[in-house]
């Protein structure tokens, strides 16, 4: 079984105000090429709108106005 580093993303949309949480997890190893990185679980009216392999490269949308955020 392998460690995960887990953590929490504000989500805020600047066109309508919608805020919500995602919380993320990636693998605990920092040396590997593919850390696995997941959306576990969305707060809020938000959805993924494009899954990258980190969260900066993640993209989220907010379903209330359609903007994408990340």
């Known amino acids: 079984m392998s460690f995960r580093d887990h953590w929490s ?3 805020a ?3 309508c105000g919608n ?3 995602a ?3 990636e693998e605990g190893y920092p040396f590997l090429q593919d850390p696995r990185f997941s959306v576990d679980r969305i707060e809020g009216t ?3 709108e494009r899954l990258g ?3 900066l490269e993640t993209l ?3 379903e209330h ?3 994408t955020i990340g």
């Open 60 to 62: 989220f949308k907010c």
């Open 19 to 21: 805020t919500g949480t």
């Open 13 to 15: 949309c600047s066109n």
């Open 53 to 55: 392999q980190t969260a």
């Open 65 to 67: 106005c359609g903007r």
């Open 23 to 25: 919380e993320v997890s």
């Open 46 to 48: 938000f959805g993924v």
């Open 9 to 11: 993303l504000d989500l």
